[in-house]
């Protein structure tokens, strides 16, 4: 509950009784929006963690890569930093100070929503210039683009399966509750050709949010130049089904119950996304489990090193890599996919299998 007069659910539940009701959109855009701007949700007081959260292995390793890429893409500078949801500013503060190490001081980008988490970034990465959306970070240099758990919160689309054909997959209410209704037009349309005759009941999910980003980090890596990872938790390979998902104090909680208080999270579609990337002429590297990739960046050695220099932390080291790496953890669930511009060169960590 806000403390500001009605809650969102309140909101939600006039406006669907004065006009029917609304679309996954707009129940999932406004309650992350209310959800972000009033509090940091981050870390073991809040709702979740997330990975550079756990460790500050986790941004140096993105430092390394950011910078053995820039390395060999011969130096250019200027160069920016482009943040989406730094939330506390940890991973940019722990990559920015690896980078440096290597002659790597780029101008620094953040785009950010949220009131309460933009306190936090000044706190930690002060010489930041922060931004509502992409449409105004500069254009004059390449960009290395870096988003951990950005994606999965923007808002889907789902359509459903019903007898007659399919339908937009709406929010409406039964008594005081939200529940999942279908939309009385036709989206057959909508729909590729080969699932148009999906079993009845069956759903289909996208993020047009995600999309239309995807569109425009790739027409920028084109023609700025720089890379990109995007990491998130999701599939490699597009799947019918719904995956949204309510988080709240570490726990799964119901996605319809009190909009605006927890973090609603949708898996991303890194099929469909590399698509997009590679429509513009961009170049995908891969998609790959987080644990590989870490791997591939050298955590194994990276944890010995930090635990020799601190060996009362070597116990917690060990922890922290296996919650970023192993299979059970984050280790398969996450991915991290990156894009390079044409002539750009291949990053490491993407090689498969
Ligand atoms: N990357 C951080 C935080 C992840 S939480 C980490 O790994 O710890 C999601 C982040 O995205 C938050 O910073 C949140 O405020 C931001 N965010 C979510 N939706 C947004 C939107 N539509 N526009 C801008 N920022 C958004």
């Given at each position: 509950?806000?403390?500001?007069g009605a809650s969102?659910?309140?909101i939600?539940?006039?406006?669907?009784?004065?006009t029917?009701p609304?679309?996954f959109t707009?129940?999932?855009?406004?309650s992350?929006a209310?959800?972000?701007?009033?509090?940091d949700?981050?870390g073991?007081a809040?709702?979740f963690?997330?990975?550079?959260?756990?460790?500050?292995?986790?941004?140096?390793?993105?430092g390394?890569w950011?910078?053995?890429?820039?390395i060999?893409?011969?130096?250019?500078?200027?160069?920016?930093y482009v943040?989406l949801?730094?939330?506390?500013?940890t991973l940019?503060?722990?990559?920015?100070?690896?980078?440096?190490?290597y002659?790597?001081?780029?101008?620094?980008?953040?785009v950010?929503?949220?009131?309460?988490?933009?306190e936090?970034?000044?706190?930690?990465?002060?010489?930041a210039?922060w931004h509502?959306?992409?449409?105004s970070?500069?254009?004059?240099?390449?960009?290395?683009?870096v988003a951990?758990?950005f994606?999965?919160?923007?808002?889907v689309?789902?359509?459903?399966r019903m007898?007659q054909?399919?339908?937009?997959r709406?929010v409406?209410?039964?008594?005081?509750r939200?529940?999942?209704v279908?939309?009385g037009?036709?989206?057959d349309a909508a729909?590729?050709v080969?699932l148009?005759?999906a079993?009845?009941?069956?759903?289909?999910?996208?993020?047009p949010a995600?999309?239309?980003?995807?569109?425009e980090?790739?027409?920028?890596l084109?023609?700025?130049?720089?890379?990109?990872?995007l990491i998130?938790?999701?599939?490699a390979?597009m799947?019918?089904?719904s995956?949204?998902q309510?988080?709240r104090q570490?726990r799964k909680?119901?996605p319809?119950?009190?909009?605006g208080?927890?973090?609603?999270?949708?898996?991303?579609d890194f099929?469909t996304?590399a698509?997009?990337?590679q429509?513009r002429g961009?170049k995908?590297?891969g998609?790959v489990?987080q644990?590989a990739?870490?791997?591939?960046?050298g955590i194994?050695t990276?944890t010995?090193n930090?635990?020799?220099?601190?060996?009362?932390?070597a116990e917690?080291?060990?922890?922290?890599?296996?919650?970023?790496?192993a299979?059970?953890?984050?280790?398969?669930l996450?991915?991290?996919m990156?894009?390079?511009?044409?002539?750009?060169?291949?990053?490491?960590?993407?090689?498969?299998?």
């Open positions: 509950m806000s403390d500001d969102l659910g309140d939600f539940r006039r406006l669907i009784r004065n029917g609304i679309s707009q129940y999932m855009g406004e992350n209310r959800y972000y701007t009033a509090k949700p981050l073991g809040g709702d963690v997330t990975a550079p959260e756990i460790s500050q292995m986790f941004g140096e390793l993105i390394l950011l910078a053995d890429i820039w060999r893409a011969g130096r250019p500078d200027p160069v920016l943040e949801g730094p939330g506390r500013g940019a503060a722990d990559a920015l100070r690896t980078a440096a190490r002659g790597l001081e780029p101008e620094v980008h953040f950010e929503g949220s009131t309460a988490l933009r936090a970034q000044m706190e930690s990465v002060p010489q210039i509502d959306d992409l449409a970070v500069p254009q004059y240099a390449p960009m290395l683009l951990n758990e994606l999965d919160a923007l808002p689309r789902q359509l459903v007898e054909g399919w339908r937009e709406m409406g209410l039964e008594g005081d939200f529940v999942p279908a939309g037009q036709p989206m729909v590729p080969e148009r005759d079993d009845e009941g069956t759903i289909l999910e996208t993020c995600a999309a239309a980003i995807l569109f980090i790739a027409g920028r084109e023609a700025q130049g720089g890379a990109a990872l998130d938790y999701g599939h390979e799947r019918p089904g995956t949204l309510a988080v570490h909680v119901d319809f119950a009190d909009p208080t927890a973090d609603l999270t949708a898996l991303v099929a996304l698509r997009i990337a429509s961009v995908w590297l998609t489990p644990g990739f870490l791997r591939a960046l194994a990276r010995e930090l635990a020799a220099r601190a060996p009362q932390y917690e080291l060990r922890l922290a890599r296996d919650r970023l790496v299979d059970d953890q984050m280790g398969q996450f991915k991290v990156g894009l390079a511009a044409r002539e750009w060169p291949d990053g490491v960590g993407f090689a498969q299998g």
